[in-house]
């Protein structure tokens, strides 16, 4: 069993930054791939970010985001600049059963926090 929780997630105005973490536990974490996915409401979660024997983002966010990680730490971090509005979403931490791909499976989730950019 692996417990993932995060936070970070705040108001920003459009071009600013944030710093999500998300504090993993219950698994060997510098042997476990890691993501960050977000939704908003009425649609699918989306996959945005993922750390394992690479990294990999979606599109949308390629040059602004940056995913890394302290595995001292246990802790996975999405480094977020140049914040758009639609970047508003529930960001969620998840943890793979591969280390390989950013396909997944995605076998654990936290419970997400919020990130709102205001135009």
């Known amino acids: 069993q692996v417990q993932l929780v995060e936070s970070g997630g705040r108001l920003v105005q459009a071009g600013g930054s944030l710093r999500l973490s998300c504090v993993a536990s219950?698994?060997?974490?510098?042997?476990?791939?890691m993501g960050w996915f977000r939704q908003t409401p009425g649609k699918e979660r989306e996959f945005v970010a993922w750390?394992?024997?690479?990294?990999f983002y979606v599109d949308s966010v390629k040059g602004r985001f940056t995913i890394s990680r302290d595995n001292a730490k246990n802790t996975v971090y999405l480094q977020m600049n140049s914040l758009k509005p639609e970047d508003t979403a529930v960001y969620y931490c998840?943890?793979?059963?591969?280390?390989?791909?950013?396909?997944?499976?995605?076998?654990?989730w936290g419970q997400g926090t919020q990130v709102t950019v205001s135009s």
């Open positions: 750390s394992g024997s690479s990294t």
């Open positions: 219950g698994r060997t974490f510098g042997s476990t791939a």
């Open positions: 998840a943890a793979s059963g591969s280390y390989y791909t950013y396909r997944g499976p995605w076998d654990y």
